[in-house]
């Protein structure tokens, strides 16, 4: 535990300023992490002989990422063509040889999928209106609701809630992921509405309803990345990071956190 707040803290010097001043230094920050995620996502499937396109697994995330982050217009072209890339790749390993062809492109199309074009979602949140404000309600509402969740189940799990996929998740812990969620939630929302620049814009009725969307919902990110692991004979995505294990592992709920952010901001905030 402690060697993980630790990292947690270094985590926090660097990534708080390149998420205040956002632009390229949220990109790099971001980009480190995703693109991070998405080698550590080709490297699962080789482990089990699956082969998905390293350079067109991690090089298209990192377009994606740019085209998200500065030309959104560029966007959705630029995801088309890395699937077509990968598709015309994999073509080519077929008649090399590569009898499972087929199944590695599906695999090099969830990595973009999945860690790219979902993963971008972390951009669009930032770049909305005073987005460093609303990451700044969004992900620590995830993050409290994930602490909350190991806090209480390590301590008081007993029912197990997915034992094939994790063990060690608990309903005693998901139950603490919705209620920490909601609190951080509403929480933050009240603190930015009073002292910081949502002042009208939101309440923290609505941001407690935020939070427990997340906190009821982001767990599913966690038990995602489970199942690649299990399927890898992984423990963890890899150990880069002391104490929290890789990028993937680092990220997984956020993906779902900065999708189900964005969406409610844009359907009923903003």
């Given at each position: 535990?402690?060697?993980?707040?630790?990292?947690?803290?270094?985590?926090?010097?660097?990534?708080?300023?390149?998420?205040?001043?956002?632009?390229?230094?949220?990109?790099?920050?971001?980009?480190?992490?995703?693109?991070?995620?998405?080698l550590?996502?080709?490297?699962?499937?080789?482990?089990?002989?699956?082969e998905?396109?390293?350079?067109?697994?991690?090089?298209?995330?990192?377009?994606?990422?740019?085209?998200?982050?500065?030309?959104?217009?560029?966007a959705?072209?630029?995801?088309?063509?890395?699937?077509?890339?990968?598709?015309?790749?994999?073509?080519?390993?077929?008649?090399?040889?590569?009898?499972k062809?087929?199944?590695?492109?599906?695999?090099?199309?969830?990595?973009?999928?999945?860690i790219?074009?979902?993963?971008?979602?972390?951009l669009?949140l930032?770049?909305?209106?005073?987005?460093?404000w609303?990451?700044?309600?969004?992900?620590?509402?995830?993050?409290?609701?994930?602490?909350?969740?190991?806090?209480?189940?390590?301590?008081?799990?007993?029912h197990?809630?997915?034992?094939?996929?994790?063990?060690k998740?608990?309903?005693?812990?998901?139950?603490?992921?919705?209620?920490?969620?909601?609190?951080g939630?509403?929480?933050?929302?009240?603190?930015?509405?009073?002292?910081?620049?949502?002042?009208?814009?939101?309440?923290?009725?609505?941001?407690?309803?935020?939070?427990?969307?997340?906190?009821?919902?982001?767990?599913?990110?966690?038990?995602?990345?489970?199942?690649?692991?299990?399927?890898?004979g992984?423990?963890?995505?890899?150990?880069?990071?002391p104490?929290?294990?890789?990028?993937?592992?680092?990220?997984?709920?956020?993906?779902?956190?900065?999708?189900?952010?964005?969406?409610?901001?844009?359907?009923?905030?903003?």
């Open positions: 535990m402690r060697r993980r707040v630790i990292t947690a803290l270094g985590l926090a010097l660097i990534g708080l300023p390149a998420i205040l001043l956002g632009g390229i230094y949220y990109l790099l920050l971001m980009g480190v992490f995703i693109t991070g995620a998405a550590e996502y080709v490297h699962m499937f080789r482990s089990v002989k699956f998905p396109q390293l350079q067109i697994t991690v090089g298209g995330t990192a377009l994606i990422l740019v085209a998200r982050m500065f030309f959104p217009e560029a959705m072209p630029v995801f088309a063509a890395t699937i077509l890339a990968a598709l015309a790749y994999h073509l080519i390993s077929y008649e090399r040889g590569r009898d062809a087929a199944l590695d492109f599906g695999a090099t199309v969830g990595g973009l999928v999945y790219g074009w979902v993963g971008a979602y972390l669009d930032r770049n909305l209106p005073d987005g460093g609303w990451f700044m309600l969004v992900m620590p509402s995830v993050w409290l609701a994930d602490s909350g969740a190991y806090s209480i189940g390590s301590a008081y799990g007993k197990k809630m997915a034992p094939r996929l994790s063990p998740k608990s309903w005693e812990g998901y139950a603490a992921s919705v209620f920490t969620g909601a609190i939630g509403a929480f933050f929302a009240y603190a930015y509405a009073n002292f910081g620049n949502l002042a009208g814009v939101i309440t923290p009725l609505q941001g407690g309803l935020l939070g427990l969307i997340l906190g009821a919902l982001t767990p599913l990110g966690d038990l995602g990345e489970s199942m690649f692991k299990r399927q890898s992984l423990k963890d995505s890899s150990d880069i990071i104490g929290h294990g890789g990028f993937f592992d680092r990220i997984d709920s956020w993906l779902w956190g900065a999708v189900i952010g964005y969406y409610f901001l844009i359907w009923f905030i903003l």
